[in-house]
């Protein structure tokens, strides 16, 4: 939203007569459809058994996972586990 709809009349007369504007209201994002937990489990678990030959995981292991292009550190000890 951008600031010239929160503030009163006088406030944005008094912007506009400092030269100032309001910016455009950025676009909105598009979201992606993304995995769920599951699935995010099973590709980090896939990544480190193609890395490692097993399934073997130390109980503090983090992993480092690109999912949607961003980087998520993934501990999944607990998935293991149960």
Do not use: C
């Not at 939203?1 to 950025?26: D, E, S, V």
């Not at 099973?42 to 990544?47: G, K």
């Not at 109980?59 to 998935?79: G, P, Q, W, Y």
């Amino acid at each position: 939203m951008p600031w010239g709809q929160n503030l009163i009349p006088g406030q944005r007369r008094h912007l506009k007569a400092l030269g100032l504007t309001p910016l455009p209201a950025a676009p909105a994002k598009k979201k992606t459809p993304t995995a769920g937990a599951f699935e995010r489990e099973v590709l980090v678990l896939q990544q480190y058994k193609n890395r490692s030959g097993t399934l073997t995981v130390l109980r503090a292991h983090i992993e480092t996972v690109i999912i949607d292009d961003e980087e998520h550190l993934m501990k999944f000890d607990v998935s293991l586990m149960n």
